[in-house]
């Protein structure tokens, strides 16, 4: 693969068609604004979370890499820096969440909690104080975009001059930083999603949030490479690269099942009343159902498909379970946010306009930021032993 054939100048399609579902979706949300501004905020935060943690995991992925200095992931190494170049557009994207703060956190306004959540979130306080909030998630994401996007840059860098050596700061940014991205990522999962329920705490939140945004990073990647190669821009992908992508989906389907049970069977068998109100909402009443199907979906079905030796060596079957995998990464951020916010109806027309708008707008970003560019690092020195790649 010549430099010229590797370049990308595809995707007119994926273009027009991200961006009108953004500009639904936009709509949409403008009328919810007049119509039930709660709402909007709910189903904002929840296509939120539910895209920053995609990209938060290809971010984790691609930094493993670098630091692990592995070989085969240099072939999708350009379609993960794609999905991670979408966050600094997302770091745009969590400016109308800080206009929903008081409908979003009942920590804002903790007089209607009672006098015991009262009690505890005055605790709490000099933590969960709205300035603080705010500081601690620029942080957060400035953290994210500035390592995304120099390892990013630095690998662009090589594509237009094979003279450049990038490959040791990327490996020493990667290496250094990973603790720094863990952190940031767990805390938000605190910010942002845990404290819906400020009464509540569980210190395995951030492993289950984290494995469920790499699964789902992972099944977006597997749905990108299939796409690239189907449509002629990375022919010399092999069958051992999406077998490599499909062990890594089957491993991380597992340790995100692993998060979800241990969580839950440490809470139960403790059965502490401040700490079982969070399953407590999400096994009675109307979310039952999504909490039985969401078990099914992103654990069950997956599981047993990806055991397949055989599936992980046919792209469209796998392409398939990854996007499988993806949808129910959606269900499974609206599982966390929705029963705090919504006890009663699991769904909203709202949930879909959110989701339209955050996934078009952030899909046309990437997208135009890839056109141009090589779709694989054409200089990186381990291609040629990546594209070799053999795994049985």
Request: glycine residues 8%; contains cysteine.
């Amino acid at each position: 693969m010549n430099g010229e054939q590797a370049i990308y100048r595809g995707g007119d399609r994926l273009l027009r068609g991200s961006l009108a579902l953004a500009a639904i979706g936009a709509v949409g949300l403008v009328i919810g604004a007049f119509v039930n501004p709660p709402q909007l905020f709910y189903a904002y935060l929840t296509a939120y979370a539910f895209a920053v943690s995609i990209a938060g995991g290809a971010l984790i992925f691609l930094m493993i890499g670098h630091a692990m200095n592995a070989g085969w992931p240099v072939v999708v190494r350009r379609l993960t820096e794609t999905i991670v170049a979408s966050l600094p557009l997302l770091a745009l994207l969590f400016v109308p969440l800080l206009f929903g703060l008081h409908s979003l956190y009942p920590w804002t306004r903790p007089e209607t909690l009672g006098e015991e959540g009262m009690r505890s979130v005055m605790a709490k306080r000099p933590y969960l104080e709205v300035p603080f909030f705010v500081v601690r998630s620029a942080i957060y994401l400035a953290v994210w975009v500035v390592i995304g996007g120099l390892l990013r840059r630095w690998s662009l860098a090589r594509d237009a001059d094979p003279g450049i050596e990038s490959s040791g700061k990327m490996r020493a940014l990667s290496a250094g930083a990973l603790p720094a991205v863990a952190v940031t990522f767990s805390f938000a999962s605190f910010d942002w999603l845990m404290s819906l329920t400020p009464t509540w705490f569980s210190t395995m939140y951030p492993v289950y949030w984290f494995a469920g945004g790499f699964v789902a990073a992972l099944a977006l990647l597997v749905l990108l490479t299939f796409a690239a190669q189907d449509g002629g821009w990375l022919p010399e992908i092999s069958l051992p690269h999406y077998y490599a992508l499909g062990r890594m989906l089957l491993a991380f389907v597992i340790f995100w099942a692993y998060a979800a049970y241990f969580q839950f069977f440490l809470i139960w068998i403790a059965n502490r009343p401040d700490e079982v109100t969070f399953f407590a909402d999400r096994v009675r009443g109307p979310w039952r159902v999504l909490t039985v199907v969401l078990v099914v979906l992103q654990f069950v079905a997956p599981f047993f498909a990806l055991l397949s030796y055989r599936l992980k060596h046919r792209p469209r079957q796998l392409a398939f379970v990854a996007a499988w995998v993806l949808a129910a990464h959606y269900l499974d951020v609206h599982w966390l946010v929705m029963p705090a916010v919504r006890p009663r109806a699991p769904f909203h027309w709202l949930d879909l306009a959110a989701l339209l708008a955050v996934g078009g707008a952030c899909t046309a970003f990437s997208a135009t930021r890839l056109r141009g560019r090589a779709i694989v690092p054409i200089n990186d020195p381990e291609l040629p032993r990546a594209l070799r790649y053999e795994s049985r």
